[in-house]
Every structure is written in C-alpha cells, then in structure tokens.
C-alpha cells in the first residue's frame, strides 16, 4: 500500500504488524508500534515506479501467528538463522555502507543456514540528489540504527509457509571470458581471465564493457549478480555493489536492447504471484528508467540492495504466502 502519513500511523494505532518504507522524514513521525522500517525515496508503485517524500510503503502482515523484532550487527548477524522460526519468514532490513551489510555479504553465502532459512528484505538508503544516511527502524521501541539491521521474525499458521523467489534479467554467454577473483571481495584490483593475471580495472576498460551490465556467476543453478559501483583508474581498483567471491567463475552479463522490456517480458509469467513483500534494486530503477512504468503484481520500496537468502544487486526479489 503507498498510502499517507495519517493513513500509517492509524495502522500502527490499531496495532497491525507492518513492515514499512519512506523518506526519513515521514519515517521519524509515526509512534511505536508493531513495525519495522527503512528509508528510501524510491518506489514501485500501482501506477509505476516514483520518488516520494509525502506518502510511506507499508506492507501489512495479517497471516501471522507470532513474531518477534530483533537487531543485529556484525558480530551476530549469523545468529538471525538460528533465531527464525522454524515455520516462518525473517524479513531483514539492512543500512545501505554498514559493517553488519558488509559482513552479512561476505558471510550469508558461506552458511547453508541461509539456504535453508526463508529470510528475505533490502538494503535501506536515501535521496542520491541529496545524500543522506541509510537508516532503519524497530517501531516496538522507536530506536533508529544506521549501523545496525532490524528483522521482523514471523511464525506462519501449520497449514501455510512461505516461497521466496528472485527475478533476475540478466544472463551471460557461454563463451564470455570466465572471471576468476583471488579473495571474497567488495574492492577488486587483480583477478584471472581466462586462465590468466589481469588488473580488473583496465580489462574493463580495453574491452570497453558497459558498466551497467553485472558480473553473473552460477549459485547452485541461480544465476547471483555482482554489480559495479565505481572505477578508479588511479588505483586500478574496482568497487562492487555485492562481493565476489574466490573459487567462483563469473562472466559478464549479455548485453540487453531494452531494458525495460525485457524486465517486462520476465515478469510476465508472474501475474497470477500473489506477493505480500517485493522489493526492486536502484539500479534497475535508474538504468531501466523505470518512472511511471508498472511491475505487476511486484510493489514496493525501491533498494539499495535486495536479501533472498544472501545479499543481491540488479535483481527484483518477492515473497509469498502458500497453503
């Protein structure tokens, strides 16, 4: 629902379980409640994506037979697993450059836990026009963290459980160079192609290789994206949105005539998902132009990052409720 300020803090009165995003300056007005939040401008709406400071994404979990609201930074994030319930759903919301995000990348992939475990969410941040602080919230007690994450544990009914699914554009040619890296990284400056010793940065350059395209390596049949953040050609380093990671093989992502559409194209064998969560990377958003265009039936706060199981980058991730 992308709905008012009074219309939020209702909900919070008549003590519904939300999960919530907004610009800060809504998210700082609502009182204590059953809620945890996240700041972002960005959203997927009904009518198509927008930049908002006026209205709040609130998603109201009305299945659930309990819950329980918990923060964690980095030196206990990888008990989130072992605190979820066994029947259940954790939705997660991490600051966009904290310490516990960038553990929480290296390390989820690393825990069968996290495959096991249904947790899904998003890296929450701020207006890039303005800047800002990413921030999150725990409404039972109204303390706000840029260096911690929140989660909403959900215990579901015996007769439900929850499905997470990733939907992801991008794909690679079997014949593209095959990246190798030397260390679980978000920072890369050498790294194998093809067998052989290459500074990452001017590969990218000699090949002249649009940034805008991922890495992509192969997780167990799921395709994981790595995305660019930036170049630096004094350093020869380069900055990923999501890490890689060493014994890995990755290729760049094909190229795609239009973004947009083919965003359209994969999402339309979902019309009959029913999601009660989804959230859309920036990068989509911004490289997709994705102002006023719909993604049906997926809704929701546009992110800095996105969590199904491990952190991702370039991806639309969604949960739903099934019998």
């Not at 996290?114 to 947790?119: D, G, M, N, Q």
């Not at 969410?121 to 260096?147: H, P, Q």
């Not at 999402?267 to 132009?289: E, M, R, T």
């Given at each position: ?24 300056k809504l998210i700082n007005q609502l009182p204590k409640g059953n809620w945890i939040g996240g700041t972002t401008p960005y ?175 192969d997780y167990n049949s799921a395709l994981v994206n790595a995305s660019i953040k930036s170049i630096s050609s004094d350093d ?16 760049f992502a094909s190229s795609i005539k239009n973004y947009h559409d083919c965003f359209d194209r994969c999402i339309d064998d ?54």
């Amino acid at each position: 629902m992308f709905i008012s300020l009074d219309e939020t803090k209702k909900l919070i009165t008549e003590g519904k379980l939300l999960h919530i995003a907004a610009d800060e300056k809504l998210i700082n007005q609502l009182p204590k409640g059953n809620w945890i939040g996240g700041t972002t401008p960005y959203f997927i709406t009904e009518s198509g994506g927008t930049v908002s400071d006026e209205k709040l994404f609130v998603d109201e979990i009305d299945f659930a037979k309990d819950f329980k609201l918990a923060e964690y930074d980095k030196n206990n994030i990888l008990d989130i697993t072992k605190e979820a319930y066994h029947n259940g759903i954790t939705i997660i919301i991490i600051p966009f450059a904290s310490d516990v995000g960038v553990y929480f990348s290296k390390e989820a992939p690393n825990s069968e836990d996290f495959l096991l475990t249904p947790i899904i969410g998003w890296i929450s941040g701020f207006n890039l026009e303005r800047g800002g602080t990413a921030k999150v919230y725990n409404g039972i007690d109204g303390t706000v963290f840029n260096d911690k994450a929140v989660a909403l544990h959900i215990n579901l009914p015996d007769n439900k459980f929850a499905s997470i699914g990733i939907i992801n554009i991008f794909k690679y040619n079997e014949c593209a160079d095959i990246i190798e890296f030397y260390e679980d990284s978000l920072y890369v400056r050498n790294c194998k192609v093809n067998g052989k010793d290459v500074i990452f940065e001017k590969y990218i350059a000699d090949n002249k290789i649009d940034t805008k395209l991922p890495l992509v390596c192969d997780y167990n049949s799921a395709l994981v994206n790595a995305s660019i953040k930036s170049i630096s050609s004094d350093d020869n380093t380069v900055e990923l949105y999501a890490p890689v990671f060493a014994g890995r093989q990755y290729r760049f992502a094909s190229s795609i005539k239009n973004y947009h559409d083919c965003f359209d194209r994969c999402i339309d064998d979902y019309k009959n998902c029913k999601p009660f969560f989804s959230c859309n990377c920036i990068l989509n958003y911004l490289y997709g132009n994705f102002v006023g265009k719909s993604t049906r039936p997926f809704e929701g706060p546009v992110t800095f990052g996105e969590v199904a199981h491990q952190l991702l980058n370039q991806t639309l991730v969604y949960a739903e409720i099934v019998e």
